[in-house]
């Protein structure tokens, strides 16, 4: 059976992380399939989760950008690349796309950003659970990355939107049920994976 490297994005509190876990948990009824997530659970995604997202002192965004390239690069050479030639099928919660839209909103050149992730595999679908920022800042209750206030998500959105308009993100209206949402996302996904053969 063929591999895939399918993504799905979204806002802090979209549901994401769920949808990723649910879909990879659906799809090992007929399909070998791998949960992953970024930031990686190697050195440098944990270096990236203690110091950046839940640090108390961010560092230049440039930084940032860099680190996550670097985070991706190790996740898809030790993670995703192996298990998709073995085929299986890989679910990442996060890619490319969050660095776009998180560092291209706080100010980055999205052309930039795609030149230091040149070497970073290219997912074969990303889905983004679009959610409003308005609705992500009600559902979160955890303690807040850096990341999450009402202007920034706003500007993340709009970025990913703009990928959505591209036709490189696939959108999901992620203001439904969670079994809605599920539902969706499993269509779409089987939906892509049969065209595959």
Same mark, same amino acid.
């Given at each position: 059976?063929?591999?895939?490297?399918?993504?799905?994005?979204? &806002?802090?509190?979209?549901? =994401?992380?769920?949808?990723?876990? %649910? %879909?990879? /948990?659906?799809?090992?009824?007929?399909?070998?399939?791998?949960?992953?997530?970024?930031?990686? *659970?190697?050195?440098?995604? =944990?270096?990236? #989760?203690? #110091?950046?997202?839940?640090?108390?002192? /961010?560092?230049? !965004?440039?930084?940032?950008? %860099?680190?996550?390239?670097?985070? #991706?690069?190790? @996740? $898809? *050479?030790?993670?995703?690349?192996?298990?998709?030639?073995?085929?299986?099928?890989?679910?990442?919660?996060?890619?490319?796309?969050?660095?776009?839209?998180?560092?291209?909103?706080?100010?980055?050149?999205?052309?930039?950003?795609?030149?230091?992730?040149?070497?970073?595999?290219?997912?074969?679908?990303?889905?983004?659970?679009? $959610?409003?920022?308005?609705?992500? %800042? =009600? /559902?979160?209750?955890?303690?807040?990355?850096?990341?999450?206030? &009402?202007? !920034? *998500?706003? =500007?993340? @959105?709009?970025?990913? &939107?703009?990928?959505?308009?591209?036709?490189? &993100?696939? /959108?999901?209206?992620?203001? *439904?049920?969670?079994?809605?949402?599920?539902?969706?996302?499993?269509?779409?996904? !089987?939906?892509?994976?049969?065209?595959?053969?």
């Amino acid at each position: 059976m063929k591999g895939a490297f399918i993504v799905i994005e979204g &806002l802090d509190g979209s549901g =994401k992380t769920t949808q990723a876990k %649910l %879909l990879a /948990r659906t799809l090992r009824k007929s399909h070998d399939a791998l949960f992953t997530a970024e930031p990686s *659970q190697g050195k440098i995604g =944990k270096f990236i #989760r203690s #110091r950046i997202l839940y640090g108390e002192k /961010r560092g230049p !965004t440039l930084v940032e950008a %860099l680190l996550f390239a670097a985070d #991706r690069i190790d @996740h $898809v *050479q030790n993670e995703v690349l192996p298990a998709v030639s073995e085929g299986r099928v890989v679910v990442s919660d996060r890619y490319l796309y969050s660095s776009l839209a998180y560092q291209g909103s706080a100010g980055l050149d999205l052309e930039w950003i795609r030149i230091i992730n040149q070497h970073a595999l290219k997912p074969d679908l990303a889905l983004f659970i679009d $959610v409003g920022p308005e609705t992500v %800042l =009600k /559902r979160l209750r955890r303690k807040k990355s850096v990341m999450e206030d &009402l202007a !920034t *998500q706003q =500007k993340v @959105h709009e970025i990913y &939107l703009k990928y959505v308009a591209k036709g490189e &993100l696939v /959108r999901v209206d992620g203001e *439904q049920t969670k079994t809605a949402v599920a539902k969706e996302v499993l269509k779409t996904v !089987t939906g892509f994976l049969k065209t595959r053969g």
